[in-house]
Structure formats: C-alpha cells, structure tokens
C-alpha cells in the first residue's frame, strides 16, 4: 500500500512570497490533515477535511493560509503571502473513517522562508 | 483537550529496553492513550495505542496505570533505529474526530 504522497519536499522563498504544498493521501482514506511543525516542536493542526469538506479550521491562518480537497482525494496548501513565522514543516496526514487508532502521515515539506 | 507530560529526553544503550513515562492526570473515562514516534527528517508514525488494558504489538508494549493517570511505553531492546521523539497523546473514544494534539514529545537518545 502506498503511502501518503507530499511534495515538493523542500521550498525555499522569500518574504512576501506564495507557495503551494500537494497532499495525497492513502487511497481510500475519508480523512486528511494538514499539520504545521516549527523546528523544536511538536506538529500543530491546521485545517481538517473529511472527504471534501472542512471540519476544523480553527487553527488555519485565513489571512495568510488556504487549503482545498475538490474533489476529496488529494490536497493543496497554499501560503500567500509568506512570513519568516511561516518557516516549518508541513505535514499532511490520512486515515479512514472506521477506528483503527491510526494516523498516517507524510514525509512532510520543509518551507524556509528568508 | 486533556494534557500529558512527558520529560523532555531519556538516554538508553542499545539493546537494552527504554521505559518512556507519560503522566495524563485529568484524563477521562472515554479517552484513548495514543504513543506515535517521529524519527529525524519523517512525519510522525503510529507506535501504539490503548484504553484501560496493557497492550503489546511488535513495536512496543503499553502499560497503563490501574487509575489511568499515567502510561509507560516499554521499548524492549532498543536499536540505534529508535531514536526518535515520542509523542503521548490522549484522543477521545466518542470521537469520530481523529485529530491529535501534539506537545513537545520526548526525546530519545541510543547509544551505540
């Protein structure tokens, strides 16, 4: 079984800038995360969808932070415009609906904003 | 959200058994005990989780306090491969909701 899909890998922009992160996540898996992890700490959720639609996005910056899961398969986050805060890794994650206790995440996509 | 605290880093020989502590006084009676792991440069990955009962699968053993206030994850031989953060998250059972809040983790050190 393949694994949740996210690139690029690493992004390098300046302040000011846009960047887009992709998400694929398991096939099948209802259920996608996007979690922001600055260096030192432990990964913060950002925005939830089951299927195509958002269940919690309390913690998303609005200004600044957007995601979207047309057609509730794969994913994209995108940045516009970037603060230096915004340096992190950015970690997608999947699971099904049923309860089996399990996340599973992507590599992530390491973001250094100068 | 219920909080957990774990120490900030633990030391272990290689193949020699890791007991990681996780103190989680305000839990609840519906709450899971969930353990992930986060090795250098990876997303974090599911290590193991339980409820009220001692739980073992190939990674690891989890031994739950008999008031569930506190949780130990058991590494029996740890390998240079299991250094990594260790993450203790509560996560309620009533939720069809599987998001996890994340602390600091504990950090894990094997020497060779």
């Known amino acids: 079984e393949a694994g949740v899909a996210q690139s690029p890998r690493y992004k390098i922009i300046e302040k000011r800038q846009s960047v887009a992160f992709w998400c694929n996540p398991i096939s099948g898996h209802a259920t996608l995360y996007w979690y922001q992890q600055i260096l030192g700490q432990g990964p913060k959720l950002l925005i939830q969808f089951q299927n195509n639609g958002v269940v919690d996005d309390s913690q998303l910056p609005k200004d600044r932070f957007s995601a979207e899961r047309l057609k509730g398969v794969d994913s994209t986050l995108k940045i516009q415009p970037a603060k230096l805060e915004d340096s992190a890794v950015y970690l997608c994650?999947?699971?099904?609906?049923?309860?089996?206790?399990?996340?599973?995440f992507g590599e992530g996509s390491r973001l250094t904003v100068l | 959200d219920a909080k957990t605290t774990q120490p900030n880093s633990m030391e272990s020989n290689e193949e020699e058994p890791v007991h990681l502590p996780c103190n989680h006084s305000?839990?609840?009676?519906?709450?899971?005990i969930h353990w992930y792991r986060q090795l250098p440069s990876q997303g974090p990955e599911y290590v193991i989780h339980g409820l009220t009962s001692n739980v073992n699968n190939r990674m690891a053993s989890l031994a739950i306090a008999e008031d569930r206030k506190s949780s130990t994850l058991i590494l029996h031989r740890a390998t240079l491969r299991d250094a990594a953060v260790y993450y203790c998250i509560l996560r309620p059972l009533i939720s069809n909701d599987y998001k996890l809040s994340f602390g600091a983790g504990t950090t894990v050190t094997v020497r060779a």
């Open positions: 305000t839990i609840s009676g519906t709450d899971y």
């Open positions: 994650a999947s699971t099904r609906r049923e309860d089996t206790g399990e996340l599973f």
